[in-house]
């Protein structure tokens, strides 16, 4: 059966074969491009025409065949049903459908190669910013939380073992903080992936005197490439932007496996929202929490397309080969996991609560303030090392009596170290414990309170 939109009948005697149709056929993944593709090629009849290789009759005829395409597909249901080889001779077989003759210009001074990195470039483009928004809405949630639990202490952890306690709005914020960098890198890979290729031809160039710079300037691009071989058959955007989506997911990972043992009822700490939590089919007293290992399970399949993007490039001989078509779903997959993930994971932290009264008591249980004991020796003059010897005793004697440090009477602590005064008690309390990491970057509630007013006013422009 005749291809819709086939581009390269002329030399061939027989059609392709079905299973290689099937095998080398990309529309049913890449019309995802038609909106890029169509606005690229907009852009591209106007460099034809302003260069005179077409008449500006020619290209009016091109754009409005180009735009009434647009209206159509978002009218027409069916629109993308065809057996069309990929997005570009879908596009091309439309516009000689509805214009004639000067349909079949539009493919002067450029290939499928360009042609294809330009508009995969320019929908990437616009997903980027549609995820960094999306991260900065987790961001909200996540300074929100912060801000409504902050009086709630959690333990902090070291090897999952108690450590010493910190608020948990210094735990959100650390979030915070990835997911800025995130956004950094992603604002990073969107400079590097947004300058234009179009002009490059197949691989080697076009002869047609386009301005290249023009026709990137219509389309936003920063610039344009340098040299057309790279200009074809450079994926490293597609590798970039998968690399960031997997710290990204990685960031999400971590932030779900807190969550999810905050959520046990081993510790208690927080209490996920029904919204967001499954039932068993057999047990009836189940509450999982599906989003969180979704959330963390995802972060494998966003890792894999990384990974798959650089094995499908890295043996690949100049120019284009039609191994890169492989670049379409990994980034494709990239983009609806992060999104998908990035709203799940806002949904699950604007919904759960803090089960302050437990995470306060596990805060203050297994001798978190052991350090502080330690500093309080310290500051009466006790070298570190001499300190962190005797108060090793102390806990070890403390635990022989089921009782925590500040639970000793003063007598008992004075068998450690003489140094020891009444003022311990005041020391080791909770409030005295955290307000005392009071360099930047510490637990301390008021280092908090700024870092707080610091991420909100994060600049928030992409
Ligand atoms: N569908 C192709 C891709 O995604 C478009 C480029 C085809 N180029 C070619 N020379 N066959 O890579």
């Known amino acids: 059966m005749e291809k819709s939109g086939q581009l390269w009948g002329g030399r061939f005697t027989s059609g392709p074969h079905e299973i290689f149709a099937e095998f080398n056929d990309s529309f049913r993944f890449d019309q995802r491009l038609f909106a890029a593709d169509v606005r690229s090629s907009v852009a591209h009849a106007n460099g034809l025409a302003d260069a005179g290789v077409i008449s500006r009759e020619e290209c009016d005829a091109i754009i409005g065949g ?82 409504g639990y902050s009086d709630a202490v959690i333990p902090g952890y070291t090897h999952l073992q108690r450590a010493q306690p910190v608020l948990f709005a210094h735990w959100c914020l650390a979030y915070f903080e990835m997911f800025k960098r995130d956004r950094e890198r992603l604002a990073d890979c969107r400079k590097r992936l947004n300058i234009m290729p179009l002009g490059s031809g197949a691989l080697a160039g076009t002869g047609y005197p386009i301005d290249r710079s023009a026709v990137a300037a219509e389309l936003g691009f920063e610039g344009i490439t340098a040299n057309s071989l790279d200009g074809v058959s450079d994926r490293d955007f597609a590798v970039e932007f998968a690399s960031v989506c997997s710290l990204l997911m990685v960031h999400l990972s971590r932030l779900a496996e807190d969550l999810i043992i905050y959520c046990s009822q081993e510790f208690g700490f927080i209490t996920l929202s029904d919204s967001v939590s499954s039932g068993s089919s057999l047990m009836p007293q189940k509450k999982n929490p599906d989003a969180l290992e979704l959330l963390r399970g995802k972060a494998g399949r966003v890792i894999g397309h990384n990974v798959g993007l650089l094995t499908m490039i890295k043996g690949l001989p100049l120019a284009y080969n039609k191994d890169m078509q492989e670049d379409k779903e990994a980034v494709f997959d990239c983009v609806d996991t992060v999104s998908i993930s990035l709203k799940a994971a806002a949904i699950v932290i604007e919904n759960l609560v803090v089960n302050e009264d437990v995470s306060n008591d596990a805060a203050t249980h297994g001798y978190l303030n052991a350090t502080e004991l330690a500093d309080y020796l310290v500051k009466k003059g006790v070298p570190f090392r001499t300190a962190h010897e005797t108060v090793g005793k102390a806990v070890l004697f403390a635990i022989d009596e089921n009782k925590e440090l500040n639970e000793l009477s003063l007598d008992e602590l004075r068998q450690f170290s003489d140094q020891i005064d009444d003022d311990v008690f005041d020391a080791l309390s909770l409030e005295a414990t955290l307000a005392s990491k009071s360099a930047v970057g510490g637990t301390s509630p008021k280092r908090v309170a700024e870092s707080l007013e610091n991420a909100r006013n994060y600049p928030t422009a992409a």
């Open 66 to 147: 180009l735009s009434q395409m647009i209206v159509d597909s978002e009218n027409q249901a069916n629109y993308f049903e065809s057996n069309a080889e990929d997005v570009h001779s879908f596009i091309e077989g439309r516009l000689i459908d509805i214009i004639g003759d000067a349909g079949r210009k539009l493919h002067t001074g450029r290939s499928r190669n360009d042609q294809v990195a330009t508009a995969f470039r320019l929908w990437l483009r616009g997903e980027i910013d549609d995820i960094d928004s999306l991260i900065r809405e987790l961001q909200a949630a996540i300074l929100d939380s912060a801000n």
